[in-house]
């Protein structure tokens, strides 16, 4: 059977439909538990106990993404990409209109592309970038 241009957009379109209520329903959950990590910041909670709080955060935020991305789009992504990733939501927290909870959950994302950026070098390495491996022209200064 042949699709249609149509029938490949409309499926397309239901694709990211689900992954997007998926996305939602994950999201709400992260949402509900920043009350409780605020609270329990607030109330004095020792700053080992909020810590740990604000790994599992970032724990959750890296399984999130994983179900999101993938490990196939993961490995093709070289240092470069994480870290530009990583920064540009770490750019947005620092956006004047953003809320608190805004800026909290961009670096909560920030952090998490990091700790993904860790576990693939650890892992696998990363993809190469594409200057790696080429013979470096003698007119260039030495990359370090």
């Known amino acids: 059977m042949k699709w249609s241009r149509t029938e490949a957009s409309a499926d397309f379109d239901l694709a990211c439909k689900q992954q ?3 996305w939602r329903k994950d999201m709400s959950i992260l949402n509900s538990n920043y009350a409780e990590i605020r609270e329990a910041a607030s109330r004095g909670v020792e700053q080992t106990n909020r810590i740990d709080l604000i790994l599992e955060e ?3 935020e890296v ?13 093709k992504n070289t240092l470069n990409d994480w870290v530009i990733y990583s920064m540009s939501f770490a750019a947005d927290a620092t956006r004047m209109d953003t809320t608190l909870q805004e800026q909290e959950t961009y670096l909560r994302k920030a952090a998490g592309l990091l700790v993904s950026a860790i576990d693939m070098l650890q892992r696998e390495g990363f993809a190469p970038r594409h200057y790696e491996g080429q013979t470096q022209p003698e007119s260039l200064p030495e990359i370090k």
């Open 63 to 75: 399984e999130r993404a994983k179900l999101t991305w993938g490990e196939d789009f993961d490995r």
């Open 20 to 22: 997007y209520y998926k």
């Open 58 to 60: 970032i724990a959750l």
